[in-house]
């Protein structure tokens, strides 16, 4: 019924919808072609404001009361200099705010005004009457300390600044902070979507995408050259989100400053006046006309009138939502197209960058990289490190390949450590990591983006992605000035930027589709097989488009570069081959002797699909083969996250141990390393750790791969379960052959594979591609 109704009362708006939509989108264009054809004007050059003074300006709309709560702390919060000034500005109110000022506070100057021009036809009356350079614009329900004009005004001591805003508090303590002042924009499904971020870790001046209008200091000649709040957007809201962009997009900068405090009895006036049904019904309109407003890149405003069509319809059909239009609000965005086209011929005339760059240029680091005077060269670079899985303890390959690497990096640079957990209770075993690094930053595991039907993006890419972890990563950029981005693993491949003078630098542990290719050719039943088909072709895709994006490609071996460059040969002067795999040979003390006879060992974490597949085809297709030649013969496993013991077979002598502290016993302990690694990419740690230890490796051909090529060169290859018994009976007969092989072995991983030389390589690297940003 409820469904049945607001069809009923939405019919004719939506039989409209088209035509709603469709006329503005014509109109548009054609407006757009015709403006191609003028000359374009100049932009006049930006003046730097006065900051020794502010002007204060409150608009007020029957606000006696909250005047009379609030003023007083704005006079003691500007009171020790005399050329600062209060304006409050009274639009017709009917409560005698205009007379309670004069009687009450005769030092407050009082702008009487003929009518209700509301928020911004009220405030931009109040700009043109302020005597100061620096105007603070404020809400009459805001409450200010004692001393939050200093730190706005030095917020002007930059170039090109057009506003400074307040970090806001609720005058309840218990509410929960909808707006902080560090505002955050980005364009997502056609639209504009807005939040206020509270972070902590920003304690001074840092780029925000607007300044709230209740709440911010403006320059007041750059507020009038961008025509002050638009009447477009009337009664309220977005005026000041609108202002911000404006700003962003003619090359000004926008701040927010947390040393500078007000509290807000948030919707005082305005929640007193109105239904939230008409405010929210504003707010639906007031988007739209954004869009129509300052959106000049055409594939974005074709996506901005499709999402908008489907939007009303979806509203209709399921209910409203504050992500997408109704029919009303189209109906009433459509009722004030020829306002919005004036608006937008001012905003295109205004505009000194495009879309893309203003929504990026608020961002952190973008704003590093776009505003900040960086170093041609760095000795000592400053390195952003980001793993998506716990490095401490090492429990997986690819942590090892971390971990190690992190204890060599801290002597060449600086780095700034972000880690994903899985649960709170890791960071105790990264102690010390933070030690030895700048900074690090642990966070718990954050949820991904939902699985989103025929998504084109690979599962494992979408389970890394969230917006609160790309902040973060911005938020250390900037705070630290960071020379390098590195992102280990495909799926943090995801936050590399298009930044032009910070390096995106990119370690394929693995080549993701030829793993998932691998798999899929092995091993997938055939129900599984078209998601499987599915899953390799978008990461195929996705894969292929990601890297180009990147500075430089680390890659395990020469085998995974020379797979990848078949399918993009232009990637060859990115590849970096022997900088990130490898692994501290001091730590392992080498032992190929005096090992316990007629023992196996198995190795790696069974969160890894190939680790769990590997088990699987030993233990059912070899393990069989060798106990019945060599009976006493025992299998140990170790790793974290095993697989139950019942479900292994009761065939010779299998010890399940699990997860260790560390694997350096066992790897000096046991006769016989097996690798029965079927599928998967990249080059294995446990055969480096292994290797460096001293005990005998039988492998696959996968499984090896990037160490050996041949049988016999560092370790026995084998891929056939009767070839792969039979070479691991071989080293367990014969203890001679097998400690030969085991010296080779170690040899070659000093030579070829020790961190502590490939990480001095890899700093050295990092000047490099630094130098070669930005050297233009």
């Given at each position: 019924m409820a469904l049945l109704s607001r069809f009923l009362r939405n019919l004719p708006?939506?039989?409209?919808?088209?035509?709603?939509?469709?006329?503005?989108?014509?109109?548009?264009?054609?407006?757009?072609?015709l403006r191609k054809l003028a000359p374009a004007r100049p932009l006049p050059k930006s003046t730097h404001p006065n900051t020794s003074a502010a002007s204060i300006v409150i608009p007020n709309w029957n606000g006696r009361d909250l005047l009379e709560k609030y003023i007083p702390s704005i006079i003691e919060a500007t009171k020790s200099n005399p050329a600062n000034e209060i304006l409050v500005v009274d639009n017709a109110s009917s409560d005698g705010s205009a007379a309670f000022l004069k009687q009450r506070f005769p030092t407050v100057r009082v702008l009487e005004l003929d009518r209700n021009y509301g928020f911004g036809g009220g405030s931009n009356r109040g700009f043109a009457a302020a005597k100061n350079d620096i105007v603070v614009l404020l809400n009459s329900d805001m409450r200010v300390a004692h001393d939050f004009l200093a730190p706005l005004l030095e917020g002007f001591s930059g170039e090109n600044v057009f506003a400074v805003s307040c970090q806001i508090f609720f005058s309840d303590p218990n509410k929960l902070r909808e707006e902080t002042g560090l505002t955050q924009a980005w364009w997502e499904n056609g639209g504009l979507r807005v939040r206020h971020r509270i972070d902590n870790k920003v304690t001074g001046a840092f780029p925000c995408f607007y300044g709230g209008g209740g709440s911010c200091a403006f320059d007041r000649r750059k507020f009038a050259e961008l025509g002050g709040f638009d009447e477009l957007l009337k009664p309220f809201y977005l005026e000041d989100t609108d202002l911000g962009y404006l700003a962003w997009k003619r090359g000004w900068k926008v701040f927010y400053e947390p040393r500078s405090i007000v509290w807000h009895e948030h919707r005082g006036t305005i929640g007193k006046k109105f239904s939230q049904a008409y405010i929210q019904s504003i707010l639906k309109k007031n988007f739209l006309l954004f869009c129509w407003k300052n959106i000049h890149e055409w594939p974005r405003l074709l996506s901005h009138f499709f999402f908008a069509y489907a939007g009303a319809w979806l509203s209709v059909l399921f209910?409203?939502?504050?992500?997408?239009?109704?029919?009303?609000?189209?109906?009433?965005?459509?009722?004030?197209?020829?306002?919005?086209?004036?608006?937008?011929?001012?905003?295109?005339?205004?505009?000194?960058?495009?879309?893309?760059?203003?929504?990026?240029?608020?961002?952190?680091?973008?704003?590093?990289?776009?505003?900040?005077?960086?170093?041609?060269?760095?000795?000592?670079?400053?390195?952003?490190?980001l793993s998506p899985y716990p490095v401490c303890p090492p429990t997986h390959g690819g942590g090892v390949f971390i971990?190690?690497?992190?204890?060599?990096?801290?002597?060449?640079?600086?780095?700034?450590?972000?880690?994903?957990?899985?649960?709170?209770?890791?960071?105790?075993?990264?102690?010390?990591?933070?030690?030895?690094?700048?900074?690090?930053?642990?966070?718990?595991?954050?949820?991904?983006?939902?699985?989103?039907?025929?998504?084109?993006?690979?599962?494992?890419?979408?389970?890394?992605?969230?917006?609160?972890?790309?902040?973060?990563?911005?938020?250390?950029?900037?705070?630290?000035?960071?020379?390098?981005?590195?992102?280990?693993?495909?799926?943090?491949?995801?936050?590399?930027?298009?930044?032009?003078?910070?390096?995106?630098?990119?370690?394929?542990?693995?080549?993701?589709?030829?793993?998932?290719?691998?798999?899929?050719?092995?091993?997938?039943?055939?129900?599984?097989?078209?998601?499987?088909?599915?899953?390799?072709?978008?990461?195929l895709?996705?894969?292929l488009k990601l890297l180009p994006a990147m500075d430089r490609i680390q890659m395990c071996s020469r085998a995974n570069e020379d797979y990848l460059l078949e399918f993009v040969p232009e990637l060859k002067p990115k590849m970096q081959t022997g900088l990130r795999a490898g692994v501290d040979t001091s730590r392992y003390a080498f032992n190929p002797d005096d090992r316990e006879p007629d023992t196996l060992l198995f190795l790696g974490s069974f969160r890894h699909t190939p680790n769990r597949e590997a088990l699987d085809w030993f233990i059912h297709r070899v393990w069989p083969r060798v106990v019945a030649e060599r009976s006493q013969t025992r299998l140990v496993i170790i790793g974290s996250d095993p697989p139950p013991r019942h479900s292994l077979p009761d065939i010779g002598h299998v010890e399940l141990i699990g997860f260790v502290d560390d694997v350096r016993d066992a790897l000096s302990r046991y006769a016989v390393f097996i690798c029965p690694i079927l599928t998967g990419s990249g080059v294995r740690v446990k055969l480096l750790e292994a290797f460096a230890a001293g005990i005998p490796v039988v492998s696959t051909d996968i499984g090896a791969e990037g160490l050996s090529r041949h049988d016999g060169d560092t370790c026995a290859l084998a891929d056939d379960p009767d070839d792969f018994a039979a070479k691991t009976l071989a080293l367990l007969a014969d203890p001679d052959y097998a400690a030969s092989l085991a010296r080779k072995a170690r040899q070659h991983v000093e030579a070829e594979w020790d961190m502590a030389a490939i990480t001095a390589e890899l700093a050295e690297s990092y000047r490099e591609v630094i130098a070669e940003k930005r050297r233009t």
């Open positions: 708006l939506l039989i409209l919808s088209p035509l709603l939509l469709g006329v503005p989108l014509l109109v548009i264009a054609v407006a757009d072609l209910g409203d939502s504050f992500e997408r239009p109704n029919p009303l609000a189209l109906w009433r965005a459509f009722l004030q197209l020829p306002r919005a086209l004036r608006s937008r011929a001012r905003a295109q005339q205004l505009a000194a960058v495009t879309d893309t760059e203003t929504f990026r240029r608020p961002m952190p680091g973008y704003f590093l990289d776009r505003f900040v005077d960086l170093p041609k060269t760095k000795e000592r670079p400053s390195v952003l490190f971990y190690q690497t992190l204890l060599e990096l801290v002597k060449h640079a600086d780095v700034h450590l972000i880690v994903l957990l899985d649960e709170d209770g890791q960071r105790e075993a990264h102690d010390e990591l933070t030690r030895k690094c700048k900074t690090a930053e642990y966070i718990v595991r954050l949820e991904g983006r939902p699985k989103g039907f025929g998504s084109l993006t690979p599962f494992a890419v979408r389970e890394f992605s969230n917006d609160d972890l790309r902040w973060a990563i911005h938020r250390t950029i900037l705070l630290h000035g960071v020379d390098v981005v590195q992102l280990d693993y495909t799926n943090m491949g995801q936050y590399a930027e298009d930044y032009k003078r910070i390096a995106n630098v990119l370690f394929e542990h693995d080549v993701y589709f030829q793993s998932i290719g691998r798999s899929l050719a092995k091993n997938a039943a055939w129900l599984h097989r078209p998601s499987a088909a599915y899953e390799y072709l978008r990461a895709r996705y894969e």
